[in-house]
């Protein structure tokens, strides 16, 4: 990108674009990147005495070194090429927060992404990324999967084995594929992974993307997700008992290597029953006690810990085994995790509507430089920037000019439409308002 000595006119004018973009910064995140990164490449910060752009962001705008960085890579990343603000088409429909995840997360990968997706699922991918580039020894591998196909057969095998009661519906209520769709994906977005394998469902007409670590992303039918589990279930299928009838003689732990790490909402207490080989270069020195780490002779007279049974902890029970309160507490278990996700995303979800606050209505006044005045009163300038002090939506908000430390006696009354903070970028304590002039005196 190429890009011009801003004259002093220039600076100024991108300074008070970005004041005015601050207060509508769902849409404008990528003209503000635009803006800092004119203002950071042409060093016009430095006419206001500013050692560098994030000195000058956190002096202007209250915004800190990671939230600058943000906004400039997204607007390096996202928009039109060329030196404009403009969004690319292909991510107008995403808000700022899918874009922020999606900076760490490869482009290529891009297409497993829908905006209807949620900001969990988003960051599960990236660990999915991560973990599968950095740790393959430590994730699950599958005998005699070695096909993209029979990798996708044994995580959608493992799908249903973490979720008995939608394929128990499926074969005993003998779902269509619509309603199969609706079952596994009620909210329109859901994701999945197991070892190699990421699957992110979407509704019934946009489909499941599919990630096999190491191959391209590709989309898979709800239809072909079905044809799937049929190849897979059907010499099992018992109707609405499909499930102990097939993972009834199957359900025994097989062995593993290194564990998966705990993700909450992800099950990973099971895999495939193929797995049962170990690789040979991390199998311990069986039968040599002397060699394993951490092993020391026992001293004569020495306590065991063999004899302290009650400190021992409780062995593994296989899951056909299981008892019925530990079948209980484990469907509890999910159904927590399911809750508390949903509960995370309702409250993401609320910080970015206009919702109206039950709690009573407040006047609250603030002081205003005389040079604000006129464009807040027409409506050029309709944000504030300024210390959070406990505002609602629907608040009023006097806005009280002052002049050489003196107010004038002139006020702009307004109304709080909006509250953006908790936001990356905005310094603790400090907080947007967008505002709707009611009057003047």
């Known amino acids: 990108m190429e890009y011009t000595q801003l004259t002093l006119d220039d600076y100024i004018q991108c300074k008070n674009d970005i004041k005015n973009n601050l207060g509508t910064i769902v849409k404008s995140f990528v003209r503000i990147g635009w803006l800092l990164t004119r203002i950071d490449k042409s060093g016009a910060y430095k006419n206001d005495g500013y050692s560098t752009i994030y000195e000058f962001a956190q002096a202007e705008y209250g915004m800190n070194k990671s939230g600058t960085s ?27 927060s899918q874009l922020t995840e999606m900076l760490q997360i490869p482009e290529e990968d891009y297409a497993m992404l829908h905006p209807e997706g949620n900001k969990e699922d988003f960051r599960e991918l990236k660990r999915f990324n991560r973990e599968n580039d950095s740790n393959p020894e430590n994730l699950w591998s599958w005998k005699e999967a070695k096909t993209p196909e029979e990798k996708l057969k044994a995580a959608i095998q493992e799908f249903f084995r973490e979720n008995k009661e939608i394929l128990n519906d499926f074969y005993g209520k003998n779902l269509s594929v619509k309603d199969l769709a609706e079952e596994i994906c009620p909210s329109g977005s859901r994701s999945y992974r197991k070892g190699t394998v990421f699957l992110m469902f979407y509704t019934l007409e946009q489909g499941i993307m599919v990630k096999i670590f190491g191959e391209a992303p590709t989309k898979m039918t709800y239809q072909e997700f079905a044809d799937h589990t049929k190849q897979i279930f059907d010499t099992a299928a018992a109707g609405g008992r499909t499930w102990d009838s097939y ?77 019925e309160e530990q079948k209980y507490n484990d469907r509890q278990a999910r159904l927590d995790r399911e809750s508390k996700k949903k509960l995370q995303e309702q409250e993401d979800e609320e910080k970015m509507q206009y919702l109206p606050s039950d709690e009573p209505r407040k006047t609250k006044q603030l002081r205003m430089a005389f040079s604000y005045y006129d464009d807040i009163l027409t409506g050029n300038m309709s944000f504030w920037f300024c210390k959070d002090d406990h505002f609602h939506i629907g608040d009023s908000l006097d806005l009280m000019e002052f002049k050489e430390g003196r107010h004038t006696g002139r006020t702009i009354r307004t109304e709080i439409t909006y509250i953006l903070n908790d936001y990356t970028g905005l310094e603790d304590g400090y907080c947007i308002l967008s505002i709707k002039v009611t009057g003047a005196i």
């Open 70 to 96: 943000r906004f400039k890579k997204i607007y390096e990343k996202y928009s039109v090429p060329g030196d404009t603000p403009e969004l690319r088409d292909e991510y107008k429909d995403f808000n700022q």
């Open 247 to 323: 993972f009834g003689e199957r359900n025994v732990e097989p062995d593993k290597t290194l564990e998966e790490p705990d993700h909450s909402g992800e099950d990973t207490s099971m895999v495939p029953e193929q797995n049962t080989e170990i690789p040979e270069q991390i199998l311990p020195n069986v039968g040599q006690e002397n060699d394993i780490p951490g092993r020391d002779d026992q001293i004569p007279g020495q306590d065991n810990i063999q004899n302290h049974p009650e400190y021992m902890p409780e062995p593994k029970v296989a899951p056909a085994q299981r008892t």
